[in-house]
């Protein structure tokens, strides 16, 4: 069994547009039924049979009203994470006889805020990433995308009107590393800064992408958990860094994990800037420690400086959990 986010987010991408990245939908010419916001929210949306408001059913998605008119409806949504984009999905999910038959996306990069008339939006320079492309009712509706220009705003148009339930936008992180100053730490496996899970042993519970979010976990399910080992071995999963760098400080996170966090753990770190992900789970790639196999407790924020290996242009790190169990943020800091 897999989670239901692991089975959306491609391995080594990351959902620039999610609300949990700061994602924004920031205008839409029409949301008579349904809020734009929702577009970005986490999950599939969900159904209430005799859920309505005042303007008709309630749907969790964004829904525009019916198009009596020539033209379409849009929503321009500004990414969490500026970066280039790999693959869209534009999800109908709960909506059957009212999603859109068509849609396309435009992209934007801009260096300064997305201006705040929205009549200003049409002197911007958009280039089309998706061209007008049919969809499927009550469906995730898969599209990659082969242009490599990064991006920091998106322009959904669907045509002529309808619903969408959630709109993912899986890309890789492109930060600006200007921003920070010459041996600064910085948190080098941080989602925001180009870190990615790449694989792991195990995800049962929850996915791995969770690792690397801003902030501390909200809950148990906001973390990376494994089943229950019943036979020998551990678990593990190898993260790539947004950057190469020397390792200095490194956090491991066991918040709300109670009853079924890890026993011990074991970090470890290589230089392999091009392997690929099955050679890194091979012994084609020379795996150096940087944490010895140290006790965790339940529910805490373990740092560790002094107990780390000097390890100088590290461009992975592989977590090792003894035997299973539940980590809710890795945090690697290190100095580019």
């Given at each position: 069994m897999s989670t239901p986010e692991s089975t959306k987010v491609p391995a080594g991408l990351v959902d620039l547009a999610a609300e949990r990245v700061d994602g924004k939908a920031l205008f839409a010419n029409d949301e008579f039924f349904a809020e734009k916001e929702n577009l970005l929210r986490p999950g599939r949306g969900v159904f209430i049979p005799d859920k309505y408001t005042d303007r008709g059913k309630w749907m969790d998605g964004w829904e525009s009203r019916r198009r009596r008119t020539p033209g379409y409806d849009w929503c321009v949504v500004q990414l969490g994470l500026r970066g280039v984009i790999r693959q869209l999905d534009i999800d109908t999910n709960h909506f059957l006889g009212n999603h859109p038959p068509f849609a396309s996306l435009d992209g934007l990069d801009l260096a300064s805020g997305f201006p705040a008339d929205?009549?200003?939006?049409?002197?911007?320079?958009?280039q089309e990433i998706l061209q007008k492309s049919p969809l499927d009712p009550g469906s995730q509706n898969i599209f990659d995308v082969a242009n490599e220009g990064t991006r920091t705003h998106l322009r959904l148009n669907i045509f002529p009107d309808g619903g969408v339930a959630r709109l993912r936008v899986y890309?890789?992180?492109?930060?600006?590393?200007?921003?920070?100053?010459?041996?600064?730490?910085?948190?080098l496996a941080a989602v925001e800064n180009g870190g990615v899970p790449l694989v792991c042993s195990d995800m049962f519970f929850s996915s791995m992408?969770?690792?690397?979010?801003?902030?501390?976990?909200?809950?148990?399910?906001?973390?990376?958990?494994?089943?229950?080992?019943?036979?020998?071995g551990y678990d593990w999963i190898i993260l790539k860094l947004g950057r190469a760098g020397t390792i200095r400080k490194i956090e491991v996170d066991t918040n709300h994990f109670k009853g079924n966090y890890p026993d011990t753990c074991l970090i470890e770190g290589c230089t392999a800037p091009d392997a690929s992900t099955e050679e890194l789970k091979?012994?084609?790639?020379?795996?150096?420690?940087?944490?010895?196999?140290?006790?965790?407790?339940?529910?805490?924020?373990h740092y560790f400086e002094e107990e780390l290996a000097h390890t100088e242009n590290c461009t992975h790190v592989r977590l090792n959990i003894y035997p299973d169990g539940g980590v809710s943020r890795l945090r690697v800091w290190g100095t580019v």
């Open positions: 929205a009549a200003a939006m049409e002197t911007l320079p958009w890309g890789v992180v492109v930060p600006d590393w200007s921003k920070f100053k010459a041996g600064e730490l910085v948190d992408n969770n690792l690397i979010m801003p902030g501390r976990s909200e809950n148990m399910g906001d973390g990376w958990e494994t089943k229950r080992r019943r036979g020998p091979t012994d084609a790639v020379q795996w150096r420690e940087i944490l010895p196999q140290t006790k965790l407790e339940a529910h805490t924020r």
